[in-house]
């Protein structure tokens, strides 16, 4: 019986996802404008950049990119898991450019989505893939 419920736990914790970097929201960037805000406003508000790049123009460019992956539930199934095996992924970069002054100049967002694998499970919207 000890061995189910040490299964379930492990399974609980192999489904839930794996994130990494600084998810940046459009309501975030929302608070900054070009030409007003600065390098310290959107440091100060949405942490350590991923990474920085200073030009030789005297310009900086702070890049915050966001990774995250969730596993299809169909992949945790004994035997036949590898079969299914992959998920959903979601990620975003967001590039804010400032001057040589450190005054926001410009600022733009990517996203991207898609998925891995096979799934036999619907999917949010009602409708296999």
């Given amino acids: 019986m000890k061995r189910v419920h040490a299964m379930v736990a492990l ?3 192999l ?10 929201k459009p309501e975030q960037m929302a ?11 959107v440091t100060g508000q949405l942490g ?3 990474s920085q790049v200073k030009l030789s ?11 995250t992956s969730k596993p299809h539930p169909e992949s945790f199934v004994p035997f036949i898991g590898p079969l299914f095996a992959g998920g959903e992924i979601r990620s975003s970069t967001v590039l804010f450019e400032f001057d040589e002054d450190g005054v926001l100049r410009s600022e733009r967002r990517t996203t ?3 998925a891995s694998g096979l799934t036999v499970l619907p999917t949010e919207n009602g409708r296999q893939d």
Wanted: charged share 5%; net charge negative; aromatic share 12%.
């Fill in 31 to 41: 608070n900054f404008l070009p030409g007003f805000s600065t390098f310290d406003d």
């Fill in 57 to 67: 123009n005297g310009s900086t460019i702070l890049i915050y990119s966001f990774a």
């Fill in 15 to 24: 489904v839930a996802c794996v994130s990494t970097g600084v998810d940046v």
């Fill in 48 to 50: 350590t950049p991923t």
């Fill in 112 to 114: 991207s989505s898609g």
């Fill in 11 to 13: 399974c609980s914790l």
